[in-house]
């Protein structure tokens, strides 16, 4: 091995092991993951009310959709639901985002989402949310068992199928 190629894995080999020593520590395991539960944040429906995980219906699946009001995706991806909501039957959407809630009216109002009694809208402004899902890119789709139990978590854009096989 030529001296370039020692002093490269002498550089790198330190940042290796701590990468793969972190994979295993639970502090690296994002919330969500961690208590398999639907986020406990506090966040403010339309009204301006408070709702909790412990307010949505029970015995339903749900699917949380963290979205941007600022994302082309999430847009694409809120049609998407709304053309196909046959597809969700019982299933509730908890529609998240991590704007003020006047940001998250005009997305609310834009695509008429109080015309769909399965979805509930809500905003998260302490930006918490992100957090808890450990999102780097919207959206962010997380299913959840009629138990409330996570089952699987997607982040970007995701096919409606693939969400639909989880619920």
Not at 19 to 45: C, E, G, H, R, V
Not at 59 to 76: I, Q, T, Y
Not at 96 to 123: C, Q, S
Not at 130 to 154: R, S
Request: proline share 7%.
């Amino acid at each position: 091995m030529n001296m370039r190629r020692w002093l490269c894995l002498f550089l790198l080999l330190p940042a290796l092991l701590k990468a793969q020593s972190n994979t295993n520590d639970p502090a690296n395991i994002p919330p969500f993951k961690q208590y398999s539960i639907i986020s406990p944040l506090p966040m403010l429906l339309y009204s301006g009310q408070s709702f909790t995980k412990n307010d949505l219906p029970k015995n339903k699946p749900v699917l949380v959709f963290v979205f941007s009001v600022e994302c082309d995706h999430c847009a694409h991806m809120t049609q998407d639901i709304l053309k196909n909501i046959d597809k969700f039957g019982k299933t509730t959407l908890l529609m998240v985002t991590p704007f003020r809630l006047d940001r998250m009216k005009t997305w609310y109002d834009e695509y008429h989402i109080g015309k769909y009694p399965n979805i509930i809208m809500a905003a998260e402004p302490t930006r918490q949310i992100l957090a808890y899902y450990d999102l780097k890119n919207f959206p962010g789709c997380y299913t959840y068992n009629k138990k409330h139990k996570f089952q699987a978590g997607y982040e970007g854009t995701v096919k409606l199928d693939t969400l639909l096989k989880h619920l």
